[in-house]
């Protein structure tokens, strides 16, 4: 089965990338359900200071839990994408999971990635506002947060295997692009519901 990730900036329109790629029959996406979710959960269990650093952990960090997250996505893709036999691409987004493309590579066949980009003042506003973790963030953390996600973006989005879809573009009324990104994985961008996007 083919797999695409959603990642990007907190608060860059991923959750509603998702949404309109997950409306065609042919793409199968969770939300925030695959390793980065289930490690960001454990390792603020054990370690506190990612609060204040969110990109602190390693990707050989996740080699240690590696089982356990296995069985925790596995398990969830499995609930999700039951009544789903028809898609012929499955996924999943979470906004960090844009540090970890390289580690994804690795561990799949071609996958394919959509990346979400917003600008900054509004990316650090709606932080503070919408995300717990960040709301404790003075606003120079924040832009330092927006900073590090961007150095993995700048450097994913000129890959061959990614596609980028700007929030700002969206709020303009270029919803094409999220068919574009459907064509970009090879399936029918005609497929998804625009509708989804005349709140954005």
Same mark, same amino acid.
């Given at each position: 089965?083919?797999?695409? =990730?959603?990642?990007?900036?907190?608060?860059?329109?991923?959750?509603? $990338? *998702? $949404?309109?790629?997950?409306?065609?029959?042919?793409?199968?996406?969770?939300?925030?359900?695959?390793?980065?979710?289930?490690? *960001? =959960?454990?390792?603020?269990?054990?370690?506190?200071?990612?609060?204040?650093?969110?990109?602190?952990? !390693?990707?050989?960090?996740?080699?240690?839990?590696?089982?356990?997250?296995?069985?925790?996505?596995?398990?969830?893709?499995?609930?999700?994408?039951? %009544?789903?036999?028809?898609?012929?691409?499955? %996924?999943?987004?979470?906004?960090?999971?844009?540090?970890?493309?390289?580690?994804?590579? $690795?561990?799949?066949?071609?996958?394919?990635?959509?990346?979400?980009?917003?600008?900054?003042?509004?990316?650090?506003?709606?932080?503070?506002?919408?995300?717990?973790? =960040?709301?404790?963030? %003075?606003?120079?953390?924040?832009?330092?947060?927006?900073?590090?996600?961007?150095?993995?973006?700048?450097?994913?989005?000129?890959?061959?295997? @990614?596609?980028?879809?700007?929030?700002?573009?969206?709020?303009?009324?270029?919803? $094409? *692009?999220? !068919?574009?990104?459907?064509?970009?994985? %090879?399936?029918?961008?005609?497929?998804?519901?625009? @509708?989804?996007?005349?709140?954005?």
């Amino acid at each position: 089965m083919k797999t695409v =990730f959603i990642g990007g900036y907190p608060r860059s329109g991923t959750t509603i $990338a *998702q $949404a309109v790629l997950d409306s065609s029959p042919e793409i199968s996406l969770t939300n925030e359900q695959s390793f980065i979710h289930a490690f *960001q =959960f454990l390792y603020r269990k054990f370690s506190p200071r990612v609060h204040a650093e969110p990109l602190a952990f !390693a990707p050989e960090d996740l080699e240690i839990l590696l089982p356990l997250l296995t069985k925790h996505w596995i398990k969830a893709w499995e609930e999700y994408h039951e %009544g789903r036999k028809e898609a012929k691409m499955i %996924g999943d987004k979470v906004p960090a999971s844009i540090c970890y493309f390289d580690w994804l590579r $690795a561990r799949f066949d071609k996958p394919k990635f959509i990346i979400c980009t917003r600008n900054m003042v509004d990316t650090v506003n709606s932080m503070k506002k919408n995300v717990p973790q =960040f709301a404790h963030l %003075g606003v120079k953390d924040l832009i330092n947060a927006y900073k590090q996600f961007k150095v993995h973006i700048d450097r994913e989005a000129k890959k061959e295997d @990614t596609f980028v879809i700007d929030l700002d573009k969206t709020k303009e009324g270029d919803f $094409a *692009q999220y !068919a574009n990104a459907v064509e970009f994985l %090879g399936l029918d961008g005609s497929l998804v519901d625009l @509708t989804l996007l005349n709140n954005e």
